[in-house]
């Protein structure tokens, strides 16, 4: 018998987790002869009754295991934890809570990384139906940038939603970055991954907890933690600074020997001067940005903080717990 671990980040999802619950038992009930299967729901912080639900859940059923955050770390963490405790399953899955992610075809995915020969069963959305024009846009664009400009190839259509052997999971968690972004690490580890289309369902409670600038965040973490394409920019814009130099002072040097008393006007210098300023602070930021992120990962704090969980993880106690 194969043991999975079923992932569940949540950040204020008490309305649709009984829903989620019902429906992914269902489907992990009918794989009980050949699946040992244990719950494992991050609470990432909920200000709401997420805690609650889940923890009632697990006091009706055993396989249910939470792990609950002192704050809202994101989503990012919240699945680090989960594989953290998760890893010492054969295979480890990742779902989001909203039923945006059919758990109808966990079984499929299954079938894939135990019998035909694949490491990774991961879904890839079939359309952006359901989903804002804009939000839409925005994305696509940022995915044509970050293919572009970086090594590691990020689909733009692919979830989080996965099956994956424990050794993926092993080969996410050696890689130590504080800066995480999924789509990005999930690529660079490779192994053999089969994406199965999904269609994009609608949310079948409670709300989207990403905002646009929460999603530009994640674009920035993206760019920044996988390419170090920007900081080439700054060559790039200084080079060509050069060249303008270089063909005005040639202008202003010709013109100056042909046309008696010319001399440079001053519009022509200041705007030369605030363009230079631009390029400059404008290396700057990316320097800045990248130095940033150096810090995060020197500081080394921890990731997340675990404040209540009914698993054996390390966490912090309240005193007199
Ligand atoms: N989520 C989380 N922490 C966050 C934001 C989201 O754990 O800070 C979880 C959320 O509860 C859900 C999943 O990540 O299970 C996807 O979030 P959401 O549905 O809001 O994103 P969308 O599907 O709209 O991209
Ligand atoms: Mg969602």
Known sequence: ?????????????????????????????????????????????????????????SMTDARVKYISFSRN????????????????????????ADLQHSPSIIPQMLDYVENQGFDVAASRRADREGEAKFKSFLSGSFY?????????KISD??????????????????????NR????IFSWVGFNVKWISHENRERAAGETKWSLKGLLKYAIDGILGFTFAPLKLTFFS??????????????????????????????????????????????????GEYLARTYTEVVNRPKYIIAKTNTNVNHFTLEGE
Do not use: W
């Open 1 to 57: 018998m194969k043991s999975i671990g079923i992932i569940v980040p949540c950040y204020n999802e008490a309305a649709v987790l009984p829903l989620f619950y019902k429906e992914t038992t269902a489907v992990m009930d009918a794989l009980a002869d050949r699946y040992q299967t244990e719950f494992i729901f991050v609470d990432d912080g909920s200000r709401d009754e997420t805690l609650k639900r889940i923890t009632e859940l």
């Open 73 to 96: 770390f994101g989503k990012e963490a919240a699945m680090l934890a989960g594989m953290e405790y998760a890893v010492k399953h054969d295979y480890i899955c990742i779902i989001d």
């Open 144 to 152: 044509k940038v970050i293919n572009k400009i970086s090594e590691t």
């Open 157 to 178: 259509s692919a979830q989080d939603f996965r099956v994956m052997k424990r050794d993926v999971v092993k080969a996410i968690l050696s890689m130590p970055e504080h």
């Open 181 to 184: 972004f999924s789509k990005g």
């Open 238 to 287: 200084a080079g060509l600074l050069c060249l303008f130099s270089v063909v005005g002072l040639l202008y202003a040097l010709i013109k100056n020997i042909a046309v008696e008393g010319y001399a440079p006007n001053l519009p022509l210098t200041l705007a030369a001067v605030f363009f230079t300023g631009a390029v400059i602070l404008c290396s700057i930021g990316i320097l």
